[in-house]
């Protein structure tokens, strides 16, 4: 069974930091990987991808402010939190699709989330 498992949530003052971190439990060096957050209200959205040549997407409400990366190595993708402010408060989700050769089979896998607070 694969595991995507994130970390680095926490409560932070808006102006602060964090960075965030999806440790897969087997090799996804082939994969895009994303970031998705839900913030309180809303529905899960998608805020950055990276794909396996190092090339990063992230939405334009928070491209100045995330930052997302990888280590194959590591197996591990992070997501860099600068200037945090208030509405991005929410649950942060790793998420990658594991491709099959027909569509029909690909497979998505989501990380539990990990709960970032962002207070005033």
């Known amino acids: 069974q694969v595991q995507l498992v994130e970390s680095g949530g926490g409560l932070v003052q808006a102006g602060g930091s964090l960075r965030l971190s999806c440790a897969a439990s087997?090799?996804?060096?082939?994969?895009?990987m994303d970031w998705y957050r839900q913030t309180p209200g809303n529905q899960r959205e998608l805020v950055a991808s990276?794909?396996?040549?190092?090339?990063?997407n992230v939405v334009d409400s928070v491209k100045d402010r995330l930052t997302i990366s990888r280590d194959n190595a590591k197996n591990t993708v992070y997501l860099q939190m600068n200037n945090l402010e208030i509405e991005d408060t929410g649950v942060y989700y790793c998420?990658?699709?594991?491709?099959?050769?027909?569509?029909?089979?690909?497979?998505?896998?989501w990380g539990q989330g990990t709960l970032v607070i962002v207070s005033s």
């Open positions: 087997r090799s996804f060096s082939t994969n895009t």
């Open positions: 990276i794909t396996s040549g190092g090339t990063t």
């Open positions: 998420h990658t699709t594991q491709r099959a050769l027909s569509p029909k089979y690909d497979r998505d896998y």
